[in-house]
């Protein structure tokens, strides 16, 4: 099936991909700024962005209630909390404020990524084909687009609240077109909804994997390439637009590859290549190395969290979907809890050189990780 197909049949889930990687990469671009303005250290920084773990992983919780209880406007609502919590950011200037509108932002975000996930989750049943990959480049094109734009825009001296509000913007329009309706349950299944403990178990490792390298690079590229390789601006802007516009290539290209290989072998040989480039980043001397270490991170790790998510989906039954995906995303997301913080911390004692290796070594853990649930589908096979 080829990627505008799968597009195509995705386009309302998409769109909401699409629009809230174009608010993450505004946001990560603004990193430095927004840093700046709270006059926090690294450590401090990233303490503060801690919040935005308990706002996500709060929305995990209820998301399946949300779920039911909105049916096909979950989405839309999801959408417009989002499209007013992100003027937040650019206005707040008190440390424990910014924790709090962290949290907001967490929560509200969160809740968008398991309904759009489990959206995509019931067209893939449907259809019988892997959409997911398709579907997160959506927002890895969302997150460099924001990116690039955010880094013009401070160049052009706007303020913070000025780039935000343009994303809640369209964030609004987008929202007008994402109602979906849940798919239907058939029949009765004696499993009920309560998620099978392995599959949500190793998946979430995978998903925990991918997440937590994405949100070093997203959160600490730009002041990677400002501070320690004394780039300006614009060029700490095209760290994370660096990454998310390989990110985007390599989702497109795991949307073909994924119908040719399983996911686990593709699983496998991308924790390999993103490590790579974890370590190039790591000891990059120019800002283009740089940039080319975050490349070759963005096109191995683009995959690793799609296909975790789509694993569980697979290895569960209808009624458990929702559940089980949002399950695998507290997991996953739960390295928003400590990646912030070990990245802030490991800077402050040794340097972004040095977080960047520990990223490497991480990204190694998909191998291990890849191997037990391709145990897990034989079993259950």
């Known amino acids: 099936m080829s990627i505008v197909s799968a597009i195509r049949i995705s386009r309302v889930p998409g769109s909401a991909f699409l629009a809230l990687g174009l608010f993450w ?23 503060l962005l801690l919040g935005s773990a308990f706002g996500l992983v709060t929305a995990m919780l209820i998301a399946p209630r949300v779920d039911a209880a909105l049916g096909a406007r979950g989405m839309q609502a999801a959408a417009l909390l989002i499209a007013l919590a992100m003027l937040l950011p650019g206005i707040v200037t008190v440390q424990w404020g910014f924790f709090l509108v962290m949290m907001v932002l967490g929560f509200a975000a969160g809740l968008l990524d398991v309904l759009m996930n489990t959206r995509v ?82 998946c979430g490792l995978v998903v925990l994997v991918a997440f937590g390298a994405e949100a070093t690079v997203e959160a600490w590229s730009a002041l990677h390439i400002e501070r320690t390789l ?57 800002p283009v190395v740089a940039y080319l270490g975050f490349g070759i991170l963005g096109l191995g790790v683009s995959v690793i969290g799609p296909l975790g998510l789509g694993m569980v989906g697979r290895l569960v039954t209808p009624r458990q979907r929702a559940r089980a995906i949002s399950r695998v995303a507290i997991v996953g997301f739960s390295a928003f809890f400590f990646a912030p913080v070990l990245m802030g911390w490991s800077s402050e004692l040794w340097g972004l050189r040095v977080s960047y290796a520990g990223v490497a070594g991480v990204l190694l853990l998909s191998v291990p990780l890849g191997l037990a649930v391709k145990a897990l589908q034989a079993r259950r096979a």
């Open 25 to 47: 990469g505004s946001f990560a671009a603004q990193v430095p700024v927004l840093k700046a303005g709270l006059g926090a250290s690294d450590g401090l920084f990233g303490t």
């Open 121 to 202: 989750s019931d067209l893939e049943a449907a259809t019988g084909k892997p959409l997911m990959n398709a579907n997160h480049a959506l927002f890895s094109v969302g997150y460099a687009v924001g990116a690039v734009l955010a880094g013009l825009g401070r160049e052009a001296g706007l303020h913070s609240f000025t780039i935000f509000a343009g994303v809640a913007l369209i964030m609004g329009a987008v929202l007008l077109g994402l109602r979906m309706q849940p798919a239907a349950e058939d029949g009765e299944d004696p499993s009920g909804t309560r998620s099978p403990f392995w599959p949500v178990i190793l």
């Open 230 to 286: 004394q780039g300006g601006a614009a060029e700490g802007a095209m760290g994370p637009a660096t990454l998310g516009l390989t990110m985007a290539f390599g989702r497109f290209a795991g949307q073909a590859v994924s119908e040719r290989f399983r996911a686990t072998t593709v699983v496998i040989v991308a924790g390999c290549v993103s490590a790579s480039g974890a370590v190039i980043a790591a000891l990059a001397a120019t």
